[in-house]
């Protein structure tokens, strides 16, 4: 699996999904759910005493938009800085949710222009709270926290960040970028199944106070009352998701957490692009503007993406496309999961028989 998740399960993380038939009203899954709560504040170490984790039943976008639900302002703007599919999603999150906001939109293939930033924030009236994608999937690229965070703190804005496919794998400061809540999910740089995803927020924003939210399912301060009291959640979990997560979670940890899935990452990011740029395929941003988590490539004069895709697929490897305008342009390689060296050795010989075959 080369997608951006789901990934590819180890055997022991496989094996948890048939832990056992529990219901999510008993104990011992209340106290599964404050493991978990307690295991994803400290993914980060730095982040465990001042962030409160909270999981739910969703994919990573339920996260995302239960974070912006539960957090973004309704008597102030949100200031929306977008430069792909994801980002972009978050200011249609916040125009359903109506919430006030303003979104500085950024070419896909561009960095955000953080010199203009905080010429916008003077002319714009009333931005408390920043919104954006810490890697934009869309392209791969790792959008500039440590800037934007060094102006987020300068003037004491919020921000709420999709981490949905870094969070894991990129490091996250969040006392230098004034993070106020991040969101992820399982199946992505944790090595987990879909269906669980989380939100850690600072632990003074968890208040009783009258909810921001426009829906239900999606009001994390629901979730936080009841799992951070006795464990249980307000609604039904996905429960064998959940075993799933603990075993991949305590997995991260035995193989050195972020930083060294990370390093992982970079290692294959680079063997695979060596292998390609071999073959004539290049990268479709320079290479230090790229996550570790997945990079993308310029499909080469006379192919499609189903032509890349089909070809690698009878090989046993699952890429994936560009989307929107970039859908005839690239196809996306993802490293996350269980992917041992000799897999990568396979791909790179199935990419040469591709590549060096006749053109399709
Ligand atoms: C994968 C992803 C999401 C969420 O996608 P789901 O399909 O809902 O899991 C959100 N943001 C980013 C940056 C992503 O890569």
């Known amino acids: 699996m080369l997608n951006p998740g789901p990934v590819t399960l180890t055997s022991c993380v496989r094996a948890a999904l048939s832990r056992g038939d529990w219901c999510h009203r008993e104990p011992e899954f209340a106290q599964l759910t404050q493991d978990i709560n307690a295991r994803l504040a400290k993914v980060y170490p730095d982040m465990e005493s001042s962030f409160d984790a ?123 970028w004034n993070l106020a809540a991040v969101a992820g999910t399982a199946n992505k740089c944790l090595h987990g199944v879909p269906g669980i995803s989380f939100v850690l927020a600072r632990k003074s924003l968890w208040n009783g106070g009258e909810s921001l939210a426009s829906s239900v399912y999606l009001d994390l301060n629901s979730y936080h009352r009841s799992q951070h009291a006795d464990g249980a959640s307000p609604f039904t979990q996905a429960v064998q998701v959940v075993f799933a997560l603990q075993e991949a979670l305590v997995e991260l940890d035995d193989q050195g957490g972020w930083q060294a899935r990370g390093q992982e990452y970079r290692k294959r990011a680079d063997a695979i692009a060596d292998c390609l740029d071999g073959l004539g395929v290049t990268t479709l941003l320079p290479r230090d503007e790229y996550s570790a988590v997945l990079w993308s490539y310029e499909l080469p004069d006379g192919w499609t993406y189903g032509g890349v ?52």
């Open 309 to 360: 895709h089909d070809a690698l697929k009878q090989d046993g490897f699952v890429i994936y496309g560009g989307q929107g305008d970039l859908g005839s342009r690239i196809f996306r390689i993802a490293h996350m999961g269980d992917i041992t060296d000799a897999d990568l050795e396979r791909l790179c010989l199935a990419l040469d028989a591709c590549f060096s075959g006749a053109a399709r």
């Open 54 to 176: 909270v999981m739910m039943t969703g994919s990573g976008t339920a996260s995302v938009e239960a974070m912006l639900n539960t957090f973004a302002p309704r008597d102030s703007e949100t200031l929306v800085l977008a430069n792909g599919v994801y980002g972009e999603r978050m200011a249609d999150m916040l125009a359903a949710q109506g919430k006030p906001h303003f979104v500085a939109e950024v070419p896909w293939l561009e960095q955000m222009d953080l010199t203009q930033l905080p010429g916008i924030l003077d002319q714009q009236d009333g931005i408390t709270h920043i919104v954006t994608v810490h890697h934009e999937t869309t392209t791969g690229r790792l959008n500039d926290l440590g800037g934007l965070g060094q102006i987020c703190r300068e003037r004491d804005l919020k921000l709420l960040l999709d981490g949905v496919s870094s969070f894991g794998a990129e490091a996250i400061d969040a006392d230098a």
